[in-house]
């Protein structure tokens, strides 16, 4: 028994370092975990799939998609998983945590960066590092998916649009034969300078079972 | 009142006098201040431009205020006791307020609700009692006697503040200090009369405090109940008002001072009533009013709140060049010193305590410009002028301390804080406007926010948000918004409203004057666009020439279109509401949208003849939409590829372009002379009955403006791009003689 427990810590401990988060939480996160998946050692996408509270979100394929794409594990591969262990589940979940007040600058630049990377990586489909007008549009369609065909018609001229801002920001002096290929990611950062992501792309990681406030307790 | 004529005492009558006085009084002085503080402001701000920046407005008004006591004084007349409590708080109080929550920031407000409640009603009555408290304890020292009542009052009235944003911090401080002296002001006036009652009473009980605070929670409860209420009629009585476009305005203000009145009728909190009905009217009513009735609301709102913000600094000076003082040094000094700890300790400490729930914490210096930048005293003052003497023996004693306190931070913390600010590098508010792509993000940040927590399994703030968010949608807003309206997603709103910005901003610039907002930028849709395979003739790129037929039928659609529109110019005048054309027009704008695609069908099959590659930059065609009169031509059509269409050497006055060219270079016309027109919007409109006299509507504006492209028909695919180049229209001509020239030859 003590043997077993040791080694669940010992786990977590190595998680906790690795992700950032505390026992506590991945503790709770485990639990949860465990809940999706039924008891098994993995998730396939049918299991996010099947949580009801999702099935009202527009961009429900991206969220899901998003914890099988092999970016976000921060080790340099590309593609994406059929199934997903507990450790993965956390990598990706730790692009959400928030910052402390012991975050010095440059660690809240690192984390701004890793979580623009994440949606970078939402947006980009197709692996290829840009984000071409294509995968805009589809982005911008899916948002406004649950709005009935009004949503469809505006949202190509929406992506046009954005698209236009940013190529106008970033490369201000095409020539008029010039194409522009795509959002780059250094392109991206800086259309998104002024959110300020760092403080705005969390959650709180609360207790499951009784929502109490253990956030902001993380010892990181 | 002033009209008894059954008065018979000579002391009657001269109560029915001073009334009359009184009255005329109080119009003079209300009436003349804020006459000459405009010239005295913009003579002294436009001569000695230093002094705005170095010295708040709030100091300029007090001392225009005293200087006009002191003149009444030298008069020899007798003040006027210009602020009584009806004209303050009927009059002066709500415009303020009711600015303050109409266009309050609703998001930021809600994310950070919890911090500011602590501060605001935690904060005020840990000041009230600390200073209140010590205040007593220092009487008893000196041998000014006083009793603890009183004293109570004194500090839970210097902290109501009046809003004047004069500091640009970013949006964190700001919606907190913002926030917190909204609050603040209900939360002292429900303590005010709190007290109010208790110093009438004499001995305070426990039940009592137990009562005090039900009864605070009742009283500011209620009154964002009743203001809630008010708020959906309003927005409720605004679906109906498509047909009474000018009354619009009328139904905001009088919805919330109905509001107010209804609130104090009943002994709740007013203040807390107004503003809880301008934040829930207000998303419903401004998608349902008309873009001319949104912009008088705005500017009447920030009118009348600047009235009686200067109204209130002025008549405190009046007041305290007037005013029975009794000075007690110690006294007034132990205040002001105490104000400040007070001040400091409260947020110091509420800051430890809320920093453990926030997520995002707050700094020393953040806690140092929320202590020093949210005190000010106007409704402080007010409170303490309407204290009844007879209550309280020592009531001049409060007033001098009061005002000295108000003094003190007026002048000496509004002059401070802005340099304070800059040495401390506080971040500054953002001063771009929110920009397409960041609503994008911002609105599919949320969804994803929400999709997380759903996959964690606890139900966060975002979760309930998402929900509210799609009650609102599926049943409040079909109830309250009229129309195609109510079921257009947030994202698709903003991108309208941003395109009409932009459109009603070129508009105004006239004639190729840049835009505030440019960024040099030479980029257009094409430089987007993937590339399309190359039309039938590759090599050549020449264009043919348009065939007869094709070119009459151009012709006919462009002339009776500008038919129509001629006639419409004439039958307007000067007594019927000009329909704007941007308003009214988005729920229509996409049925519009509808026609606009068939349209380009037909486009479609003329586009054979009009590949466009790129213009040279300073191709007439390009500049083709600008009708400038009396500018030089130099026409160059050895250059053009295009199309021979746009050979008309007569008809056009074109400017040959600059420097630095982008590459659509389509300059709007100059005011006088005829606007671009946009060839499918003409043909749009031709279906629409509502035109505005100088209309052009818009070109391609220069690219080098920036954000190129984007107003008017966003549908901007390249077939229509290049029609729009080529086929540009000179459009309605103000000047009728040129109405008549053919557009081809």
Known sequence: ?220 | MFYQVDVKSDAEVQVVESGLCWLTGVWYVTLACPCFFPVLSSSRFHLIPRLSNIVPESCLLITVGLLVGGLIRLAGEKVPPVLNSHLFFLCLLPPIILDAGYFLPIRPFMENLGTILMFAVVGTVWNSFFIGGLLYAVCQITPAPSSLHQLELLPCLLFGSIISAEIHINELLHILVFGESLLNDAVTVVLYHLFEEYSGVGTVTVLDGVLGVISFLVVSLGGVLVGAIYGILAAFTSRFTSHIRVIEPLFVFVYSYMAYLSAEMFHLSGIMALIACGAVMRPYVEANISHKSHTTIKYFLKMWSSVSETLIFIFLGVATVDGDHSWNWTFVTVTVILCLVARVIGVVGLTYVINKFRIVKLTTKDQFIIAYGGLRGAIAFSLGFLLDRDVFPKRDLFLTAIITVIFFTVFVQGMTIKPLVELLAVKKKQEAKRSINEEIHTQFLDHLLTGIEDICGHYGHHHWKDKLNRFNKKYIKKCLIAGERSKEPQLIAFYHKMEMKQAIELVESGGGVKLPSAMPSTVSMQNIQPKKPPPAKPVERALPQLPKGREEEIRKILRSNLQRTRQRLRSYNRHTLVADPYEDGFGDLLIKKQKMIELEKKIKEMNNYLTVPAAPPDSPTMCRARLASGRDTDFKPAQQKENKICQDPQSYSVKPSSGDVPTIQVDLASPQSPDSVNLLDELKRADQQKQDEDQGLMMRPPSREGRANKQGEVESSKEQQKLMRCLSDPGPSADEEEEDEPFLP
């Open chain 1, 1 to 220: 028994m003590g043997a077993a427990q040791t080694r669940t810590e010992n786990k977590y401990q190595d998680l906790a370092e690795k992700t950032g988060f505390s026992q506590e939480q991945i503790k709770n996160l485990h639990k949860r975990f465990q809940y999706l998946s039924g008891d098994e050692e993995t998730i396939s996408r049918d299991d996010l799939r099947k949580i009801p509270a999702l099935a009202n979100n527009p961009i429900r394929k991206q969220i899901i998609e998003a914890f099988f794409d092999k970016r976000n594990q921060h080790q340099d591969e590309v593609g994406s998983f059929q199934e997903i262990g507990f450790e993965q589940f956390l990598m990706v979940m730790s692009h959400f945590r928030p910052p402390t007040l012991k975050t010095t600058d440059e660690e809240r630049e690192a984390m701004r960066r890793e979580k623009l990377r994440f949606l970078f990586n939402m947006h980009d489909t197709d692996s290829d590092g840009t984000i071409t007008l294509e995968e805009y549009r589809k982005v911008v369609e899916e948002l406004l998916s649950k709005s009935g065909s009004i949503g469809q018609e505006a949202a190509k001229a929406i992506a046009d649009a954005a698209m236009l801002e940013v190529a106008s920001t970033n490369v201000p002096h095409m020539g008029p034969d010039d194409f522009y290929e795509g959002i780059t990611f250094e392109h991206f950062e800086q259309i998104l300078k002024g959110l300020e992501m760092e403080s705005r792309m969390h959650i709180r990681f609360l207790d499951v079972d009784a929502p109490t406030m253990h956030c902001g307790k993380s010892k990181s």
